[in-house]
């Protein structure tokens, strides 16, 4: 893995977040990109720019972070953009050839219900980019099995599934397929390609009603150290999509990290 892209917010957990952060960078030999996004405000008839003010204050915020947490042997750039959330998101990304965007369930909600907040589950659903979603003080430890879930195992993106091959290659960790077949399943769904056979080391299927409730009815059983889904507008969390805002009482798999990739189709 190359590049990490870590947005950083107000959260009592930034810290934490940011140290898991290094330490999988540290893991993975990956360049980590520090970063936060302002928005532009200005007042009729103004005179002063604020502009310089806000990526001053941006840019401080971010090294008075980073310097709580221990970057040894990790490249750490700090970089400060303006503009909306998820557009400057993807435009980062692409500038910075970004692999893997690293985000905390809670930017800024301090509600204790809350399992992603506005703002980490906006990133979920409104962009392209592979995340991974690490639960709140969760110390970063080797990743030695990956439950991957999905309900069809066609595969028309070439490139989709790289994030999880990396990880699976930089831990040396097994993957477990879960093939939940759903109400809306269709012939050939099941046929695993060659490329995705080469990738798991073992298969279970289910008959669930979602992708989501197959994950809640296996994923104990695999004791994963990861979550793997599938970023899709009708996939993993179904309902959960709808909203920006995921609460832990319609997710319950809190307690490990999930990656989520981009649509396999």
């Known amino acids: ?19 898991y952060a290094v330490d ?20 009729a008839g103004a005179m002063i720019k604020i502009d310089d003010i806000l990526e001053r204050e941006s840019l401080l915020f971010l ?31 692409a500038s910075l050839d970004i692999d893997l965007i690293v985000l905390e369930p809670r930017i800024s909600s301090t509600k ?14 409104q962009t392209k ?12 430890r080797p990743i030695q099995t990956i439950l991957l879930a999905l309900k069809s195992a066609i595969i028309k993106k070439g490139d989709a599934l790289d994030p999880l091959k990396i990880i699976k290659d930089d831990f040396k960790a097994n993957v477990s397929l879960l093939l939940v077949k759903t109400p809306f399943y269709k ?10 056979k080469a990738l798991v080391n073992s298969v279970t ?5 979602t992708t989501f409730q197959g994950v809640l009815e296996h994923y104990k059983e695999n004791n994963p150290d990861m979550l793997c ?20 009482r319609d997710f319950h798999s809190t307690n490990l990290p999930v990656l989520v990739l981009k649509e396999l189709k």
Not at 2 to 18: C, E, Q, R, T, Y
Request: glycine share 6%; net charge positive.
């Open 24 to 43: 999988f960078a540290r893991a993975t030999g990956a360049r980590l990109y520090v970063v936060q996004i302002y928005n532009i405000y200005s007042k």
């Open 229 to 248: 889904v599938v970023r899709r507008k009708r996939g993993f969390f179904n309902k959960l999509w709808e909203k920006n805002v995921i609460l832990k």
């Open 187 to 196: 012939p050939g769904d099941f046929d695993i390609t060659t490329d995705l």
């Open 63 to 93: 090294k008075e972070h980073i310097s709580k947490v221990d970057t040894k042997g990790v490249d750490i750039v700090a970089k400060t953009f303006k503009g909306t959330l998820i557009e400057t998101l993807e435009l980062v990304s």
């Open 205 to 209: 299927e289910s008959e669930n009603g």
């Open 129 to 140: 980019i592979p995340a991974l979603i690490v639960p709140e003080d969760y110390k970063f």
């Open 1 to 19: 893995m190359k590049n990490i892209l870590v947005p950083v917010g107000s959260s009592k957990n930034a810290i934490s977040h940011l140290q």
């Open 112 to 125: 204790n219900e809350v399992f992603l907040g506005k703002t980490s589950g906006k990133i979920i659903k």
